[in-house]
């Protein structure tokens, strides 16, 4: 074969001058930023790669010299160390999670994140003071208010007190000098935006930064490294890897690709490398609704299968239903690989489904409506969840169990009843090892009359100070333990909704955290779109159940065409703003794009034949592709 002369056969190079083109960007003497457009599958992490080994082997040298690096900003841990591990843990590249990477920057600027601190405190006080002026004495909405003040006001007043700031991306940051993920990344940005002297050496440190997920990436410091990108155009090169239709998170910047400032280029690529055709014709279209972005499959991948399974939303017994669903795929496919669970990956649109089948439904129902907590709540990191599965929940678990040596170790590690500081001033250590084990008692009482209430457990560990209570809890709490006043005072005044959204929570029975818990840890049997974010799997199952997701959030039978859109969903698109019908297209996107070799859709719907007539009309599903029930 003459590879010089001979006709191209296949498309599978199609790409491979997009690597060069971003090369060229990373040019040291004239940097050009950019924005890899680049749907699922497309070998992104790969690109990326391949521009930080471009640089390594160009610049070398050079930035050694001036003891400068090059910083990538990455999703998950995991992610670091994969891409750590194929950069042969080069110290040239600083690679980081987006929350350490800020800290890297701004730790050991003691006094200017005191004098952040300070003025954010001082702000935050001035605004519930005025909404206290505003409000009603006596009621709940006002103890809540009034705790949090407090709590607010004697962290300020310990301000001057504190040396040294610690924060740790990896855990709670309970002591008293420690600052919190949001934090982080707020002081991060105000002073990339705000102090020109640390801008500056920025830049000097690193004239590369590349970000993967940059889709995902906290839009405040998207803006801020977008303003310094501009402020340096020629000395600095800022690399955004992504895919817009893949942003899951709500502080993701909506739209980046039309936040571009002049001069960044947009490199695209059109194979996908992961999906069979038939996978990457549906991705395709279910992309349609949103860009313009289409991919082709690579010519040596195969057919593949996608089929939609369709019953009626009050269907019995739906774990049956899904594994008749896969057996029938097994079948369908000639993959035995369906009939063992443990080889497909399970796949929920919406949290809510997985919520009510695990047993934490009215916890989720809590929190997860409030669109500042959702993340987090989601994501497992949201303090006042926190306590309770990561204080709380294995100190219960482990003294239920008798392990009374775990006990003490969780109590030693976490608790203030017996921190450094009480211990070295205790003239007795022994009695404050007693003053812990009384609390752990009282606690455990709770459990004499039956499963205590989230709200009961909290109240005794207030009192016993067995652990340290995350302020909102605090002021929900407060909330509760109001005296009740005259109803039009609270009427007038009520409880803002992140309050109320705690004291919901603090109603819900304890044994809800327990899978709660391991849901948001992955432990679960299925896993959301967040689980899977850049991986893939041979065979994917992708359940879908309106009925399960009340639709505060997500509306596939709206984006499967069984409901018609709602006044607020059209608003919202004349707006250009998010719909719940573009935050479901985006899910179904990410899970579907994950298959490698055949894909089973299974949705419950209030009516199953207008999503059949829906799909095969739209072009999303062949009529044989569809299945009202299963064949008997
Ligand atoms: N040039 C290539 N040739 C062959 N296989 C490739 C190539 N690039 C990527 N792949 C393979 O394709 C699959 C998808 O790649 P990768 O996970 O990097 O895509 P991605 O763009 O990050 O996807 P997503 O956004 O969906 O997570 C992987 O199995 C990867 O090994």
């Given amino acids: 074969m003459n590879v010089e002369t001979d006709p191209i056969v ?20 004239k940097p050009t930023s950019f924005f890899l457009f680049a749907g699922a599958g497309s070998g992104k992490t790969r690109s990326l790669v391949n521009a930080l080994k471009h640089i390594a082997a160009k610049y070398r040298d050079t930035l050694r010299l001036r003891a400068r690096h090059v910083a990538v900003i990455t999703y998950t841990n995991a992610a670091c160390d994969e891409i750590t591990r194929r950069l042969e843990y080069d110290p040239l590249f600083v690679v980081k999670t987006i929350h350490s990477f800020a800290w890297s920057q701004v730790q050991g600027f003691n006094a200017d994140i005191r004098e952040w601190l300070r003025a954010n ?31 607010k006001q004697r962290r300020l007043g310990r301000l001057d007190e504190i040396k040294t700031f610690t924060y740790n991306p990896n855990s709670d940051n309970r002591e008293r000098n420690a600052l919190n993920h949001s934090e982080v990344i707020k002081i991060f940005s105000t002073f990339l935006l705000e102090k020109s002297l640390m801008q500056r050496m920025f830049v000097e440190k690193y004239p590369f930064l590349l970000i993967d997920e940059s889709q995902d990436t906290n839009k405040v410091l998207i803006d801020a490294l977008l303003a310094v990108q501009q402020a340096h155009a020629n000395r600095f090169a800022l690399g955004l890897i992504g895919d817009t239709m893949q942003r899951i998170y709500l502080d993701g910047k909506e739209h980046i690709e039309d936040a571009l400032p002049p001069g960044w280029k947009t490199p695209q690529k059109a194979l996908n490398h992961r999906s069979p055709g038939r996978i990457v014709r549906l991705i395709n279209k279910i992309r349609s609704g949103a860009d313009e972005q289409i991919q082709v499959p690579r010519d040596d991948a195969s057919e593949g299968w996608a089929r939609l399974f369709l019953f009626p939303i009050d269907t019995p017994d739906k774990p049956t239903i899904e594994d008749r669903v896969r057996a029938y795929m097994a079948e369908l496919t000639g993959d035995t690989g369906w009939s063992d669970r443990d080889q497909c990956k ?99 009482s709770l459990w004499a009359n039956g499963e205590p209430t989230c709200g009961a457990v909290l109240a005794n560990v207030m009192s016993t100070n067995l652990f340290i209570v995350p302020d909102g809890l605090k002021a929900a709490l407060a909330a509760v333990s109001a005296e009740p006043t005259v109803s039009t005072d609270e009427e007038a005044d009520p409880v803002g909704e992140n309050v109320a959204a705690l004291v919901a929570l603090l109603d819900c029975p304890f044994t809800m955290i327990a899978p709660y818990a391991s849901y948001v840890a992955h432990e679960a049997s299925f896993d959301t779109h967040q689980g899977v974010k850049g991986l893939e799997f041979d065979r994917v199952m992708v359940l879908m159940d309106d009925g399960d997701a009340r639709g505060f959030l997500f509306g596939y039978d709206k984006l499967l065409g069984a409901k018609e859109l709602s006044a607020s969903d059209l608003k919202s698109a004349q707006e250009g703003k998010d719909s719940s019908v573009d935050r479901t297209r985006r899910l179904f996107y990410v899970t579907c794009s994950r298959a490698k070799s055949s894909l089973a859709l299974v949705a419950y719907s209030t009516d199953p034949g207008a999503i059949k007539a829906h799909v095969i009309q739209s072009g999303l599903f062949d009529e044989d592709e569809v299945l009202l029930g299963l064949p008997t």
Avoid: C, W
């Avoid at 599978?12 to 690597?19: M, S």
């Avoid at 405190?121 to 003040?149: C, D, F, P, Q, Y």
């Avoid at 919406?350 to 439904?361: I, L, Q, V």
């Fill in 121 to 151: 405190l001082k702000a935050e006080i001035a605004n519930l003071t005025a909404e206290e002026a505003k409000g009603r004495a006596g009621t709940k909405a006002s103890a809540a208010r009034l705790a949090s003040i407090e709590s």
């Fill in 10 to 29: 296949s498309n599978v190079t199609l790409d491979d001058g997009v690597e060069a083109e971003i090369a060229s960007y990373l040019d040291l003497e």
């Fill in 346 to 444: 399970i796949l929920t649109l919406e949290h809510h489904m997985a919520a009510k089948r695990m047993g934490f439904e009215q916890l989720f129902e809590a929190i997860a409506p409030i669109e500042t907590f959702r993340t987090a709540f989601l994501d497992g990191s949201f303090a006042p969840t926190r306590f309770f599965t990561h204080s709380v929940l294995p100190l219960v678990t482990a003294t239920q169990r008798g392990d009374k040596f775990l006990a003490t170790k969780l109590i030693r590690e976490a608790s203030p009843l017996l921190s450094k500081d009480i211990l070295r001033g205790s003239e007795k250590p022994l009695d404050q090892l007693r003053t812990a084990q009384t609390a752990i008692d009282s606690l455990m």
